[in-house]
T-cell receptor, first 114, second 112 residues
Framework: GNSVTQMEGPVTLSEEAFLTINCTYTATGYPSLFWYVQYPGEGLQLLLKATKADDKGSNKGFEATYRKETTSFHLEKGSVQVSDSAVYFCALSGANFGNEKLTFGTGTRLTIIP | EAGVTQFPSHSVIEKGQTVTLRCDPISGHDNLYWYRRVMGKEIKFLLHFVKESKQDESGMPNNRFLAERTGGTYSTLKVQPAELEDSGVYFC??????????FGEGSWLTVV
């Protein structure tokens, strides 16, 4: 079955540091890949997505590239801000996005200190 | 436009009691999902409605959980009787087919 493994947290960084949160997956076929974020007191929000190999998703300075050869979708940001403090979830869905359930990783709590 | 709304946001109940969680999806979204995150673990799929029909309920943990979506609008998830291991955050999500899935803020359930 499908599974997602992501970097264990918590992660604490100083403002303006470089961020990487690792995510690898196991899936049959050609899944779509996602990063979701949960800010304190809010629901899950889609941060970015990629639907095929070599696609790069990007949003709010975050990027992740769909690497089929390494089955990875690592999240990166060049310079983090305090407002980026949140829990980040890597996820995948089957070929029929919108009609297929999401499989999530365990989440990585990120804290940015000024 | 209102997002996905969940109620209650927090609930503390005793083992053996019943709790009913409610989800109001975004208007017009036929697809409605329930997910759960038990403390520190991954978010796990529970079930998927298309309108009022259960499309996939493979993630429902046992028969103490009952989900309904009468009329294809809001949905309820009832846990009866609640056990300690049911504690966690219950997320609801909705989408139009093939589009972004929108999540609610979650209902935090604590069973003591």
């Amino acid at each position: 079955g499908n599974s997602v493994t992501q970097m264990e947290g918590p992660v604490t960084l100083s403002e303006e540091a470089f961020l990487t949160i690792n995510c690898t997956y196991t899936a049959t076929g050609y899944p779509s890949l996602f990063w979701y974020v949960q800010y304190p007191g809010e629901g899950l929000q889609l941060l970015l997505k990629a639907t095929k190999a070599d696609d790069k998703g990007s949003n709010k300075g975050f990027e992740a590239t769909y690497r089929k050869e390494t089955t990875s979708f690592h999240l990166e940001k060049g310079s983090v801000q305090v407002s980026d403090s949140a829990v980040y979830f890597c996820a995948l869905s089957g070929a029929n996005f919108g009609n297929e359930k999401l499989t999530f990783g365990t989440g990585t709590r990120l804290t940015i200190i000024p | 436009e209102a997002g996905v709304t969940q109620f209650p946001s927090h609930s503390v109940i005793e083992k053996g009691q019943t709790v009913t969680l409610r989800c109001d999806p975004i208007s017009g979204h036929d697809n409605l999902y329930w997910y759960r995150r038990v403390m520190g673990k991954e978010i796990k799929f529970l079930l998927h409605f298309v309108k009022e029909s259960k499309q996939d309920e493979s993630g429902m943990p046992n028969n103490r959980f009952l989900a309904e979506r009468t009329g294809g609008t809001y949905s309820t998830l009832k846990v009866q009787p609640a056990e300690l291991e049911d504690s966690g955050v219950y997320f609801c999500a909705s989408t139009l087919a093939g589009n972004t899935i929108y999540f609610g803020e979650g209902s935090w359930l604590t069973v003591v």
